[in-house]
Nanobody, 123 residues
Framework: QVQLVESGGGLVQPGGSLRLSCAAS????????IGWFRQAPGKEREGVSC????????YYADSVKDRFTISRDNAKNTVYLQMDSLKPEDTAVYYC????????????????WGQGTRVTVSS
C-alpha cells in the first residue's frame, strides 16, 4: 500500500525551529519528485518546497527561502523539511506529496498526499 506519513509538527515560538519528516512506504521515494505544501485556515494550499528526482534540485517559495531546507534520505525512504526562523505566518498544516513527473510547487501537480502535520508558531 502506497503511503506517506508526515510527522514532526507541533507548537514552537517565533524564531524557533522544527524538522518535519515525510516517511514513505509501499514505494521508493528516490524515484519521485517530492513536495512540501501547507494550508493555513481559510487559505488555499500552497507550495513550500520541492526536490527533483533527476538531480536533487531544490525549489522554495519566496516566503520560506533561506529559512527552510528540503532534503531526502533515500536509505530511510524519507524526505525532511528543516524549518528555521519560524514566523507566526508559517502556522499551517503541512503536507508532503509525490509525483512521477516534473517537480513543481503547484499542488495540482501531485496526485499522492500524506495526511498532514500541524505546525503552530506562537508565543
Amino acid at each position: 500500500q502506497v503511503q506517506l506519513v508526515e510527522s514532526g509538527g507541533g507548537l514552537v515560538q517565533p524564531g524557533g525551529s522544527l524538522r518535519l519528516s515525510c516517511a514513505a512506504s509501499g514505494f521508493t521515494l528516490a524515484y519521485y519528485a517530492i513536495g512540501w505544501f501547507r494550508q493555513a485556515p481559510g487559505k488555499e494550499r500552497e507550495g513550500v518546497s520541492c526536490i527533483s528526482v533527476s538531480d536533487g534540485s531544490t525549489y522554495y517559495a519566496d516566503s520560506v527561502k533561506d529559512r527552510f531546507t528540503i532534503s531526502r534520505d533515500n536509505a530511510k525512504n524519507t524526505v525532511y523539511l528543516q524549518m528555521d526562523s519560524l514566523k507566526p505566518e508559517d502556522t499551517a498544516v503541512y503536507y508532503c506529496a509525490f509525483n512521477a513527473g516534473l517537480v513543481t510547487l503547484r499542488p495540482a501537480g501531485y496526485p499522492y498526499w500524506g495526511q498532514g502535520t500541524r505546525v503552530t508558531v506562537s508565543s
